[in-house]
């Protein structure tokens, strides 16, 4: 099956259990001993896919940032009152988050995944980063450094071990797939480090076990 969009609306459960998995990402054993309640800090996100949990302040509480593909921004939450940020504006077909800090500033940069659709032919497919612009709260600066269609899963990783991140970005499917079977080869990407000016693309080859 190749449809992934979500269809329902994120329910605040899913941002409560990001704080979890955050905790238990830390290797904090008392998260077991916890009576969790459902705190409500959002409605109404059309097309609910994703929530991230990262600090976006440099407060030293983690933040939520929730992408909708049904909508045409990108919010985040500020912890603890959970007041709702705009990011980005315009955009559509959000797919995919992933941070991590590039300048070394404290505050994430944004990989971006969007103009998502199942079939190629008719996604855009940016792939784009997002940096804050001294405030956090007011509007991210959106640099798109790329577009493959069907752009789908973006993580930052550390191939080497040497502490710099790469973005990779896995498609859903190849630019040669169609319904109903989808059938063709897909590629993976990676953009190498060195710096918000220097993100060059490289093609996985091999199961991506080889780049560059
Ligand atoms: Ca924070
Ligand atoms: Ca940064």
Known sequence: MMSRLPVKSLPI????????QAAVAEGRQDVEAIDFQTHTIATGLKGGYQVLATDLNRDGKP?????????????WYENPGWQR???????????????????????????????????????????????????PTELWSIREIDRVPTSHRLRWIDPDG??????????LVGPQAQPPEYRGRVSIF???????????????????????
């Open 63 to 75: 933040d939520l940032l929730a992408l909708a593909s049904g909508l045409d921004e990108l919010a």
């Open 13 to 20: 459960g899913i941002l409560v259990a990001s704080l979890m």
């Open 85 to 135: 940020h705009v990011i980005a504006a315009d955009l559509s077909g959000l797919i995919n988050l992933a941070a991590h800090d590039l300048d070394g500033d404290g505050i994430p940069e944004l990989a971006l995944a969007s103009g998502f659709s199942t079939t190629p032919d008719k996604s855009s497919g940016e792939v784009s980063i997002l940096t804050h612009q001294g405030d």
């Open 162 to 171: 040497s502490g710099r991140k790469w973005l990779v970005n896995g498609p």
């Open 190 to 212: 990676i953009y190498s480090p060195g710096g918000l000016e220097a993100i060059r693309r490289h093609r996985c080859r091999r199961r991506c076990r080889a780049w560059g």
